[in-house]
């Protein structure tokens, strides 16, 4: 090999797919199989003359070439056994320096020429690989560094900007805006120049990227090789190179089928290289070895079918292919595509690493460098059965996965900083940041595509993707964590802080309820009764206000952290055997209609409920949660409902203590003037109990003017407790009591739950 061969560059260890790895005992493979040739396999590279000399003469007159073509018709391994091969025998030698852009281009690229750069170039940029600064000064700090290596290199360079469609799916906008002022910059160095490989599919991208007249310049469409003349010297020359023959009748069936798969140079390669493979020590390349292994069109099977039952025998292994196909493939405008995968990610993952062994071995994976490996070619994608059908099962994850990354470095690299630090301490978001209704869909597609178990139920969240959220954010990139941190999260965490206004927890509230409040205990069940979220009561004893009977002994109970909602009511209200079933109201009065539903938001406290209401509401939920015997659903009684919000044995004249805070409670003082959503005064609640003082009234099961009396029926007033959005700081006292005719209704009246013994005779 000459000197000037010998600069030529290459990607790491390709394994198996490599031409010139073993085909069997101390004997060479001339055939890629779906991998690219490399510079080094430039012996067993025919056919293409015609096309490098199209390249060759392109950058006589140009400085860039921009290779347009479908999959599978060999760009990649045009440029790096055809044209850099051929460049390289040149007298002046060549550098020849590989690269794909994928998400960070600059830094791809900067590590390149950090392995294969001048050696007086490399202190700077390893210095840029490592800057820790914004990414925007990172860049332009790189930039300068790769253009100075670049300056430096002590002979003509080839670089390849390989799969450049990758800049465009992959890419932060900006930076690949960035990236289009380094290109600039690079075509002034006389001693490069420049090739891109790009699928057809983007074409359209890279005119906006490039511009109209560099890419009218540049632009050189390589299309399917359908020439028979070429065709046949890719399928006999390799061989021939070593000595080994074609039979003819194998090179007259393949023929017209090589043709007629216009330019699958990976399946024909595939095809070859097992045949090669199974050649016979005589007679070479044979008809029957293609007919036993199913022809062209099968080729990718045939593999994958030795693949298969390895898989088969080890069920560690079966799992382990979701877990790899999630890294290695995406979907970018519906086409499922290649991505590159860290081998840092395989070291605690024994199986995984297995698996990729196993298929390095049989070609279907390849190393794109040192530190990354990828799918030997998209081909597999659409060839392979297992793949296909998992890229059909998980399109729609895969798309939305894409998108929640791409957004999320949008975020966090727009320019937007002060987004960028303030997203995890607590406001609603920023210019970029997705809403919940984008962020819920991203978590659930993230958390399919993870192939963990289900997380286990969350006490204080319902909503799926909140659950998904809580067992994918410990592993997310930090990036990625920030940006789908979700949003009811954040408004949640706002209202725990002190300085949180009024009018700031009513539009809270109207959040959670526009994005369907994710909150236990707020809404439904999955199957459509009230979810109640049950907080525990020890036993006490309490001593009311006023009446002759003062003091009593409370049992041990369960009562619901909120108020009922709307939602929760509405489900009694709108089921058949609900407000219109007469079993829920003996000895009640039952009027024709309920009440007018004002301030109706689903997170909302139901109010214009009687006391009837309500206890036909308990009776109804009671009997649909099937309770016999022990506990029922049932309104508190006055002692009850005062020694959960006084604190128990500490008496407190506030839920939250002595003293007066306009801040913990929605009452006339802080000038919302009606109800707002359940649950906005965090910290305003009694040991996990909400809504104890404002925003509603609560009815008690008792009568007011004799306490003792929990029995149903009458017309005496019941007692009433915790004050409303209506009243002054004196009517919030946890002791403070109210009367009101049981079978009457008011927008300031509404009503919670236990779960306790009964006081009502069956």
């Not at 199913?294 to 390895?310: H, K, M, N, P, T």
């Not at 139920?457 to 964590?481: K, N, T």
């Amino acid at each position: 090999m000459n000197a000037s061969r010998k600069t030529l560059g290459g990607k790491a260890g390709t394994g198996h797919s490599e031409p010139g790895a073993p085909a069997g005992p101390g004997v060479v493979n001339p055939y890629p199989g779906l991998a690219a040739f490399r510079p080094a396999g430039q012996r067993f590279f025919f056919g293409r003359e015609r096309d490098i000399e199209r390249v060759l003469a392109r950058l006589a007159a140009s400085r860039l070439v921009s290779i347009v073509g479908s999959s599978g018709t060999g760009k990649s391994s045009l440029v790096a056994a055809g044209v850099a091969a051929r460049l390289a025998e040149r007298p002046s030698g060549l550098a020849y320096l590989p690269c794909e852009p994928q998400s960070s281009p600059f830094r791809q690229l900067g590590e390149v020429l950090l392995r294969s750069g001048p050696l007086a170039a490399r202190a700077d940029l390893r210095a840029a690989l490592f800057e820790q600064e914004p990414l925007a000064a990172c860049e332009e700090r790189l930039a300068t560094a790769i253009t100075t290596s670049l300056r430096q290199m002590s002979l003509p360079a080839l670089l390849l900007l390989d799969q450049f469609e990758e800049l465009f799916s992959c890419t932060p906008p900006a930076s690949a805006r960035r990236f289009r002022v380094l290109l600039d910059s690079l075509l002034g160095i006389d001693t490069l120049h420049i090739v891109l490989t790009l699928r057809s599919e983007f074409t359209a991208r890279l005119l906006e990227w490039l511009g109209e007249d560099l890419l009218r310049a540049s632009l050189l469409v390589l299309g399917p090789i359908t020439d028979e003349a070429a065709l046949r010297e890719i399928i006999t020359g390799p061989a021939a190179a070593l000595g080994v023959p074609v039979q003819p009748d194998l090179l007259a069936t393949l023929l017209p089928a090589a043709t007629a798969a216009r330019g699958a140079l990976p399946l024909i390669s595939l095809t070859l290289e097992r045949l090669y493979e199974q050649r016979h020590p005589e007679k070479g390349l044979t008809l029957e070895a293609y007919q036993r292994i199913g022809g062209l069109a099968s080729a990718v099977g045939s593999v994958a079918a030795d693949i298969e039952r390895l898989i088969a025998d080890d069920p560690e292994l079966d799992a382990a292919c979701s877990r790899l196909f999630t890294e290695l493939a995406t979907v970018i405008d519906q086409l499922p595509t290649r991505r590159i995968l860290d081998i840092a990610t395989l070291r605690s993952d024994q199986p995984l690493a297995r698996l990729v062994e196993l298929l390095r071995r049989q070609g279907f994976i390849v190393d794109n460098d040192e530190r990354h490996i990828e799918l030997a070619h998209e081909m597999l994608l659409s060839h392979w059965p297992r793949l296909r059908q998992w890229c059909a099962h998980h399109r729609d994850s895969l798309v939305l996965r894409r998108q929640a990354k791409q957004a999320a470095r949008d975020w966090r690299r727009g320019g937007e900083q002060g987004a960028w630090q303030q997203a995890a301490g607590g406001s609603e978001g920023s210019a970029g940041r997705w809403r919940w209704e984008q962020q819920r869909p991203a978590l659930l597609a993230l958390h399919e595509l993870a192939h963990r178990p289900p997380p286990p139920s969350d006490a204080d969240f319902s909503d799926a993707g909140i659950v998904a959220w809580r067992g994918l954010a410990a592993g997310m990139e930090s990036y990625l964590h920030s940006f789908l941190r979700p949003e009811p999260l954040i408004l949640i965490d706002e209202l725990a802080i002190d300085g949180t206004t009024h009018e700031r927890r009513e539009e809270i509230g109207l959040r959670l309820n526009q994005m369907g409040d994710p909150r236990r205990g707020v809404g439904l069940a999955a199957d459509g009764l009230p979810d109640i979220a049950w907080v525990d009561v020890a036993a006490g004893e309490v001593e009311i206000e006023g009446p002759a009977q003062r003091h009593f002994v409370v049992e041990p109970l369960r009562v619901a952290r909120y108020p009922v909602t709307w939602q929760q009511y509405g489900a009694f209200v709108t089921a058949s055997d609900g407000y219109r079933d007469r079993r829920w109201w003996r000895r009640l009065v039952q009027r024709k209609q309920p009440g007018e539903a004002r301030w109706a938001g689903n997170n909302y406290p139901a109010i214009n409920v009687c006391w009837a209401d309500a206890v036909a509401f308990c009776r109804w939920l009671s009997a649909r949660w099937g309770l016999v015997g022990g506990q029922v659903v049932r309104l508190p009684t006055e002692w009850e409902w005062q020694w959960i919000a006084q604190g128990g044995a500490s008496r407190r004249c506030y839920p939250w203590g002595d003293d007066w805070r306009p801040a913990l409670a929605n009452s006339h003082e802080s000038g919302v003037g009606r109800t707002v959503a359940v649950g906005m005064y965090p910290l305003g609640a009694a040991a996990g109990v909400y809504d104890l003082a404002g925003n509603v009234w609560e009815w008690c099961l008792n009568e007011y003017h004799v306490p003792g009396n929990v029995q149903v029926g009458g017309n005496e007033p019941r007692a009433l407790r915790g004050g409303s959005w209506l009243d002054f700081p004196g009517d919030l006292r946890c002791g403070r009591r109210e009367a009101f005719p049981p079978d009457e209704r008011d927008g300031d009246i509404g009503f919670r739950i236990v779960l306790a013994q009964p006081f009502e005779a069956a």
